[in-house]
């Protein structure tokens, strides 16, 4: 009596790459979050006595979330863009993004504000950064 015994090829399945509607959704829930954290900064910022006005003029509580809303739009444009055409698209994304927010310094740094209004500026900078580039990052294959 001879027993056959079947033998099976590994199959080596291609790990799988979040689609485009992953990449926006995750995209939409960090802007969200980093814009609502930005606010939050900007408010915590005010409560303990730092200004917001720059040029005389204060930049109010909701202004934050919305540049940071629209900038994140901006980045999810660059996602999609780098998902389509780099070669290694999280790599590219996070190399793009920490210099763009490392870029987005200099106004805040150029601005006629006191030295407390610059820190807070950059500030809420990191931490939309920090909250958008890793979610997007996670995204990208």
């Keep these: 009596m001879s027993t056959t015994t079947a033998t099976h090829a590994p199959t080596t399945a291609a790990p799988a790459v979040p689609g485009l509607g992953s990449l926006l959704l995750t995209g939409s829930i960090a802007a969200v979050a980093a814009a609502a954290a930005t606010a939050a900064v900007a408010a915590a910022g005010q409560a303990v006595g730092l200004s917001t006005a720059v040029g005389g003029a204060p930049i109010p509580t909701s202004g934050f979330a919305v540049l940071t809303l629209i900038f994140s739009v901006v980045g999810l444009v660059i996602a999609t863009a780098l998902r389509r055409f780099a070669r290694h698209p999280r790599t590219a994304w996070i190399r793009s993004t920490v210099a763009l927010t490392a870029l987005s ?3 805040d740094l150029l601005v006629d504000a006191a030295v407390s209004t610059r820190v807070l ?5 990191v931490v939309a950064a920090a909250i958008v580039i890793p979610a997007v990052a996670r995204r990208l294959a």
């Design 105 to 107: 310094f200099v106004p």
């Design 121 to 125: 500026l950059i500030v809420t900078h």
